[in-house]
């Protein structure tokens, strides 16, 4: 069985993580990369997909994020 992978990033550096997570949710697993230039890539791959900026929202609504991407080249 695989585990889930989890991606998160890192409240004191900034760091985008991707790896495992243990039982409690919030601990990383061994292994964990740091994958933050190609998670940036891909969200900004994706965003450019779709000519405008996307949101991102809580379930009441509330938009929490506004992800805008200038493509230079």
Known sequence: MNKKLHIGCSPLTG????????????????????????ALEAVAEYVVRFSAPVEISEATGKVLYRIAVEKMA
């Open 15 to 38: 760091t985008i993580f991707a790896g495992t997570v243990l039982k409690d949710g919030r601990t990383w697993g061994a292994n964990k990369q740091d994958v933050t230039l190609e």
